[in-house]
């Protein structure tokens, strides 16, 4: 009878949805710019729903052939609870109970998370860290964000908001971070600062992460030498975590680790520099191989692997 | 029939042995001076087994009432094979099979870990962490140790090398570490370390870590800001543990945990300070409650809940 799943990726630029059969095959999808509808809280839920409806209408699918709904979102998430705590670049959904409202409109089972979280779920079971136990996920772009799976499974921690490696800090003093802490792994890699970095030391001002990895690869030693730096500052960041966490493998991904093969290479260097020898020797540090997508394919999974376990 | 647990806590400076209940109240003990007999590592384990045999004799025990023997090393083990990766502190250990040596020998089960995981699990089981799914255990002397509770059990990563968080670097740079590393914690507030600073600080030839925290307690202000250096690069580290891990509480434990509870303060406001509120509101720091005892506890928690487990 349970046919597909509908997952949604609810991104502060974009908000996409996709209908995948059990098998995680994407059968159908839509999107929309989250910034048209993002006045409101109840405003952006309508158009979700909206459109998910729309997406079953569409492709001649009754509510009882949908197992469950998945959704991910860009910031901490009571998973138990099924609440987003707040979301750091959309306003108004401080203590949302998102699963409720969700499941009271569409009458289906819908399952939370934060979005790296699934973009981890779904590296480990279909992506760079497939048939890993203890795998670390590391995505760079304007945040820096991480996802843990221990043991085989995602690792959520106390209040469920375990992985956040961008706020290691990796000096004990430093720049002010946004999340209120300072001297923060972000702080040193996220994409507005190496910009402002690139723009400062290159001279430039219309410099993107575009052009300046293009410069890179072409052998442009100032920036080059911003990529190694920013790649050597994941690398002890990543040192730490190897030594506490004892992983098999580090998935890296988002805009950042398209620069090149030479970041992971600095990356990985960085962590046989820092980290003892047992645990750096065993470490492989690889790209995400899921792209875009992974958000959405982690959406599905969770929904698969809720149910498999409430069926036991 | 079992009726008893070994529980052996081999150390750098003393190896102790003790004889406990299945309730794991302690029955008999003895130890001896480790150096006495760490000229070669044969004549130290013919040592353990003889204590072992005269701790059985002298309470009138058979074997066959001994439900298992578990042993802490000051070093990296291989939990599932039972082997001594090396000890640093004690020569000629390299890829020692203690439990498969210990087992022919003694002719009942034995099980090997980490001192830190054992002082960890002990400290979940019956001491600061009890009943706690997430607790992060710091162990402060001449070495930095760290151990792992995650989802109610010991996490021992990959190679089982987990929960240094002592060779976690605090700095992008800073001063070489014996693991190899640099800018590690331990760099920075293990045993040597303070006491070098306390000598140059202070002018002082020669003090011990007990005058140091007199004098910090009795108000010198040097001695206190040692202290709260000290206390505060702990926090830095943990910070970043506790963006990692979201644990319920962390215990700390070792020598200078004692120096007095403004350390526990520091700590704790340097976590609130560094690390993201959702995380640092709920962790609570801790001061180790079980003391010396604490390894041999683990050891013999080691074999309890291993034997329940081989039962299920």
Redesign the interface.
């Known amino acids: 009878m349970h046919k597909y799943i509908i997952s949604i990726d609810l991104g502060g630029t974009n908000t996409r949805i996709t209908l995948t059969d059990l098998s995680l095959r994407i059968k159908a999808r839509t999107s929309f710019p989250t910034r048209n509808f993002s006045s409101s809280r109840k405003i952006l839920i309508s158009e979700i729903i909206k459109e998910v409806f729309r997406l079953l209408k569409d492709n001649s699918i009754k509510k009882t052939q949908i197992l469950g709904l998945g959704i991910g979102v860009p910031g ?1 998430v009571d998973f138990l609870k099924g609440k987003i ?1 707040y979301l750091p670049n959309i306003k108004g959904w401080q203590n949302t109970p998102i699963r409720d409202i969700l499941e009271k409109r569409l009458h289906f089972k819908v399952f939370v998370d934060n979005d790296v979280n699934l973009m981890t779920l779904a590296e480990a079971r279909l992506g760079a860290a497939k048939d890993r ?2 795998a670390v996920c590391l995505t760079l772009g304007t945040g820096v964000g ?1 996802g ?1 799976i ?2 085989g499974e995602l ?11 961008g ?6 003093s430093g720049p002010r971070c946004n ?4 001297a923060c792994l972000e702080r040193y890699v996220g994409n507005k600062y190496i910009l402002a970095e690139a723009k400062k030391k290159l001279k430039m001002r219309n410099i993107n992460l575009e052009k300046l990895s293009e410069m890179a690869e072409s052998g442009n030693k100032i920036a080059r030498n911003i990529y190694n730096n920013f790649a ?2 994941i690398g ?2 990543l ?3 190897v ?6 493998v580090i998935v890296v991904g988002g805009g950042l680790s398209f620069a090149g093969d030479f970041i992971f290479t600095k990356i990985k260097e960085t962590i046989n ?7 750096a020797g ?1 470490v492989k540090v690889k790209k995400a191989m899921l792209g875009k997508d992974a958000g959405l394919i982690g959406a599905a999974l969770l929904v698969k692997e809720s149910k498999l376990k409430t069926n036991v």
Chains 1, 2 share one sequence.
Request: hydrophobic content about 40%.
């Open positions: 901490p705590y136990k203890n991480g843990l221990l043991d690792f959520r921690g106390t209040s469920f908001c375990a992985g956040e490696i706020h290691m800090p990796i000096n004990i999340c209120g802490g300072s050597s500052n002890v960041a040192a730490g975590v030594n506490l966490l004892n992983p098999e520099k820092r980290a003892i020898p047992i645990q065993l």
